[in-house]
């Protein structure tokens, strides 16, 4: 932040530490990507995830590449996916999060939309990375992946 010379700039910010948890998934071909606001990150909301998706994608094959969170490996998701036969989960290094076209997304997000800001609750930060991927072109989503 730039200042005044021999005066310190008032940054505002909070104590607490709320925070909005989002998971996301990006087709990278088709230039759709779908943003959830999640409680937390476990196999419960994982699941949740995962239906909502069956729901998007009613009769296609869906290979999903995923990072190697704990929840990712459950037994519950595992149990999920062999009852939905269509869903395959691939799982990307670990420490490889440039292999990850979702990932470009967040640090986008971040650059254009969150970083530096301060917000009055969750709700209004929600809104804001929200509102930023529902202005997002196809073809934006599809640079963004590294695919022209």
């Known amino acids: 932040m730039w200042g005044l010379k021999g005066q310190q700039p008032l940054i505002p910010s909070r104590t607490d530490r709320r925070k909005v948890n989002v998971a996301g998934y990006v087709n990278p071909l088709s230039g759709k990507i779908i943003v959830f606001r999640i409680e937390k990150g476990n196999a419960e909301n994982f699941i949740k995830q995962l239906e909502y998706l069956r729901t998007y994608y009613l009769r ?61 609750n969750e709700d209004e930060c929600w809104n804001k990375i929200d509102n930023h991927f529902k202005k997002m072109s196809k073809r934006q989503i599809k640079r963004l992946c590294q695919i022209y």
């Open 60 to 120: 296609k094959k869906v290979t999903l590449y995923v990072d190697n969170a704990r929840w990712h490996h459950a037994l519950s998701v595992n149990k999920w996916l062999k009852e939905h036969k269509r869903f395959k989960l691939k799982f990307i290094p670990p420490y490889s999060p440039e292999l990850n076209p979702i990932e470009r997304h967040w640090w986008y997000l971040r650059k254009r939309a969150t970083q530096n800001k301060l917000f009055e």
